[in-house]
């Protein structure tokens, strides 16, 4: 079936030139490390004041880099990367340490607000109803301008600072986790980012504590010619609960921009993480010039048991995507779960998806993705559910729709199922009349029609966590999520 | 691009490379399938056997499977090769012509050429066909299945088969059984082309008789189904079997056409059974069933590529896997819809059985979509026999190893059933009940 108008519509408002986050703020700021050299780890890592594990913890993942080799295996197509064309470091001059808000740059707190983030911790006191509340780790090129709420979440015994601050603060959690959940030489752009990473966020909820509030990380790739490599850790103690949103957006350049970003993730007995991304990068102009190269290894190891882990995505940005957020279910009865919005327009590239590696016993995971393409975009879903041979009574359960808007683009669905365990149940769907037989019946019989009854409960799963998502970051999704499951392809 | 770097060969890869040359001199063909022929070879030399390295052969390691290259089978007398298709129990009484292929050759004396002929069915020799003038069109390969080891392996050493050429209009009163029949150990390698001419009506019955010993068995079933041509093709490997059994169907489907395939695998330690199917004309469908059974620790694998190049067609896969003990299933599917291949219909459904705590299945359903206004559909399901099913027959007094029976019964015989063909589908029960038994 043709795609509906409706949802034509709402593709084209969110169409690569509609893209609203495309300005540059002029501030004054400082570049360094051109090149791809051990100089500019060693300079990354003294600007940071890292200790001396650090350094060579880079140094020895520069070395593996410069042994591997760039992958191909994904559905993209760009030109090679120039790793010695690019700065890996840009910061605002008066970002020094800034001690409160006051000493930022208003010109960044200006940039912020335009990109609809608040900074300012009372104005969100002001109008916001205090559950609602969200922490932000604001993260400007290379660096971490400011973290907000962090006393108040220092009460709670929850440590949320640059991964910068907790490298000097925290040296001892910092080295236990990093490189735990994506080793140093998990793949090509991991590596290049653990060798390079300039900042990102560090969580650590500790045990019994369930987050008092939102957390969330804004980055923003300003400068040109510079790569953001961030790095994200997130610890989530025995029985703690964390949600945790993630958002960016970058000026509208000529040039393609690489991100390339790694996410850990490690929740321990009976705690729980929940990850939401609302990706904005700047996915190139009309003729798909220029945007950034997204390519991000997100992974989460559920690594006690009861543990649970969601990924969330909203994905409208960036020229190329390459990202495969996972979960790794290793503690007995933990349960995975990625829901996943994809659009692409333009000649935007998505290659996404997501990996559920079973290990634990009765452990459980859930997939809902929907890529939606238009223009001359290629969206493809690329997943693996693997259970191991120990892995019994685990479960899966895999909704992959997709929808194509126009003549020029592409979807395409490349879904791994391995089972190595008799007692496990893989079930992989991209049929809208096979959800469940019994929720439809459900439906169905009370007078639901077909489409209405499947579009209720697929929905259902997503907007669970969607709307969990703090205002600013649920515009895009809210729209995404009205659009109707009339002629997906599967 | 660079040079590929000479690999290390495992004994078998040096064992095909000394088979080839070998062997060169006495292969039939044009300077033209000569060529095509080196060519293969020199694939084969520099890139080795298909490994877990290759995407297409991931789950299927032919490389590790292979330890050693058997000699081609040398050609076998009509009197050999009758006695054992004596012993060879295929589809029993079915009333059906015959064709034989012994040893890789195609074999006049015991086949049924003259009543085909009666019936508007020519048989000739493949390897006539290769002497011909367009003997290298007889070994022309899909662009989709692009290097694939396994044909290449066909290319550089097939010992024959034959070209079946059904006529304008002709409708077959009886299928026909195109069997493989190993005489004494070796390898077997065939190509046969399948042509049914516009309007024709054709049922193919693909069976194979004798013990190839660890010799391998490579088949390439190549069918072009013109325009409003009707071809259903069974393909029925059962029994033990040491040696690999590869067998690749390269179709080709006109306008208004329809094209059944169902290919049935029980008992070869490594069996592969791959599939490029595309459709040329419009308004037409394509089902693909297959219906698998695996025990100890075999291999089994089902594959295939489904072109949608044109508009308006609809294509059906459908795959059963049963495996036991520590057995392997592999299943991988595409649907490509190319760009303008509007109203395109495709649905395709694998589900596994785990019957063994060790067994292992590897699911890979793809979709290639570049079309807008289409319907395809996958689904992939995997897990161990239903406990409330089988309780509700215990219930009911069936012994349990009986109960079992039943339930994988009903699970295979969905495919079966959906395929439709009543004249194999008594005895393809029967071998999935000895395939339990056994």
Redesign the interface.
């Known amino acids: ?3 509906v108008q409706e949802t034509i519509d709402q593709v084209k408002a969110i169409d690569v030139d509609q893209y609203k986050y495309g300005f540059v703020t002029d501030i004054d700021s400082e570049k360094g490390a051109k090149g791809l050299s051990e100089e500019t780890v060693r300079f990354l890592s003294a600007k940071k004041d890292e200790p001396e594990w650090m350094t060579e913890w880079r140094l020895d993942a520069l070395r593996r880099f410069r042994t591997m080799e760039e992958p191909d ?1 994904a559905r993209v197509d760009y030109p090679k990367i120039d790793f010695d064309a690019l700065y890996y470091w840009a910061a605002p001059k008066s970002v020094e340490g800034p001690k409160s808000l006051d000493e930022v740059d208003p010109e960044l707190l200006a940039t912020y607000e335009k990109l609809g983030i608040p900074l300012r911790e009372q104005e969100i006191l002001a109008g916001v109803e205090p559950k609602n509340r969200v922490a932000v780790d604001a993260v400007f090129d290379s660096v971490s301008v400011v973290t907000t709420f962090k006393e108040e979440l220092k009460k709670a015994g929850v440590i949320f600072c640059s991964i910068s601050e907790a490298l000097r603060e925290y040296p001892d959690l910092v080295k236990k986790y990093l490189g735990s959940v994506v080793p140093v030489t998990d793949n090509y752009y991991a590596t290049l980012n653990s060798a390079v990473f300039s900042d990102g966020s560090f969580v650590y909820i500790p045990e019994g504590v369930r987050c008092p509030m939102e957390l969330s990380t804004y980055f923003r790739i300003n400068e040109q010619n510079t790569g953001q490599f961030e790095r994200t850790l997130i610890i989530a103690d025995k029985g703690s609960y964390v949600s945790y949103l993630e958002g960016c957006t970058a000026p509208q350049r000529d040039e393609n921009q690489l991100h390339a970003a790694v996410v850990e993730l490690v929740a321990l007995d009976d705690a729980e993480i929940k990850y939401s991304t609302v990706q904005n990068w700047f996915p190139g102009d009309s003729q798909g010039k220029g945007g950034i190269y997204n390519f991000v290894t997100k992974r989460g190891d559920c690594r006690g048991k009861n543990s649970k882990i969601a990924w969330t995505q909203v994905e409208t940005g960036s020229a190329i995507t390459w990202k495969y957020p996972s979960c790794i279910l290793r503690g007995d009865n933990s349960v995975g779960e990625f829901y996943s919005i994809a659009v692409s327009n333009g000649y935007q590239q998505i290659d996404s998806g997501t990996k559920m590696i079973h290990l634990g016993k009765n452990t459980s995971s859930r997939i809902i993705s929907k890529g939606i393409s238009a223009g001359r975009s290629s969206n493809t879903y690329r997943g693996l559910v693997s259970a191991h ?1 120990k892995a019994s009574h685990t479960r899966n359960f895999t909704q992959c729709d ?1 929808l ?29 009349s ?1 959800i469940s037989d019994d929720q439809m019946f459900y439906c169905l019989q009370r007078g639901m029609n077909e489409e209405e009854a499947v579009a209720l409960i697929v929905n259902g799963f997503v907007k669970d966590v969607i709307q969990q998502l703090p205002m600013e970051f649920a515009v895009e999704a809210q729209k995404l999520i009205s659009i109707s499951l009339e ?1 997906s ?2 | 691009m660079n040079a590929p770097t000479p690999i290390n060969h495992t004994q078998a890869e040096a064992g095909l490379v000394a088979r080839f040359d070998a062997v060169r001199p006495s292969l039939a063909g044009s300077i033209a399938v000569t060529a095509l022929r080196d060519a293969a070879a020199e694939q084969i030399k520099a890139t080795g056997l298909p490994h877990r390295r290759v ?1 297409e052969y991931k789950y299927t390691d032919l490389r590790a499977f292979m330890k050693s290259a058997a000699p081609l089978a040398a050609p076998a007398t009509s009197a050999e090769a009758k006695s054992v298709l004596d012993g060879f129990e295929s589809y029993g009484a079915l009333d059906r012509y015959r064709i034989v292929i012994a040893n890789g050759t195609f074999n006049a004396d015991l086949s049924d050429v003259d009543a085909l002929a009666a019936e508007g069915v020519t048989v000739t020799d493949f390897n006539d066909g290769l002497a011909g003038e367009n003997g290298s069109e007889l070994l022309a390969t899909p662009k989709m299945a692009g290097q694939d080891g396994t044909l290449a392996l066909n290319t550089a050493f097939v010992q024959g088969g034959v070209v079946i050429s059904v006529k304008d209009g002709a409708d077959v009163s009886k299928p026909v059984e195109l069997v493989q029949v190993a005489v004494g150990e070796g390898a077997q390698v065939s190509r046969n082309r399948i042509v049914v001419a516009k309007g024709a009506t054709f049922k193919l019955l693909e069976t194979f008789a004798g013990d190839t010993g660890a010799g391998e068995t490579n088949v390439v079933f190549d069918y072009d189904v013109a325009d409003g041509a009707k071809l259903a093709a069974t393909r029925l490997m059962a029994g033990k079997a040491e040696g690999a059994k590869l067998f690749t169907t390269l179709a080709r489907i006109g306008a208004d056409a329809e094209f059944k395939a169902l290919g049935f695998l029980a008992g070869p330690a490594f069996a592969r059974n791959q599939q490029f199917i595309s459709f040329t004309g419009e308004n037409s469908e394509a089902k693909i069933y297959g219906v698998t059974m695996a025990r100890d620790r075999d291999l089994a694998d089902q594959t295939l590529i489904v072109d949608h190049a044109v508009p308006h067609c609809n294509s059906r896969e459908f795959f059963k896997t049963v495996l036991d003990d520590e057995a392997r299933g592999v299943y991988q599917g595409r649907i490509n819809v190319a ?2 291949a509007q109203k395109t219909d495709g ?1 395709m459904m694998t589900q ?1 059985l ?31 026999m239903d406990a409330d099913l089988l309780f509700y027959l215990r219930a009911r007094g069936i012994p349990e190893a009986e109960a079992r029976t039943l339930l994988v019964l009903a699970f295979l015989s969905e495919a079966i059933e959906e395929f439709d063909e009543d004249t194999v589908t008594e005895e393809l029960g029967a071998r999935v009940r000895a395939w339990l038994a056994a």
């Open positions: 079936m043709p795609a295996w041979k997709s194509l808007i126009g003549q020029e683009c592409g979807a395409h669905t490349v879904p791994y199922i391995e089972s190595k365990n008799a007692s496990a149940v893989f079930e992989h769907e991209a049929t809208t096979k002629g392809v599967g | 995407e760009p303008h649905e596994a785990l019957l063994g705590e060790g067994a292992e299945m590897a699911n890979k359903p793809e979709l290639e979509i570049f079309a807008d206004d289409v319907l395809c559909a996958h689904g992939a399901t995997c897990g161990e």
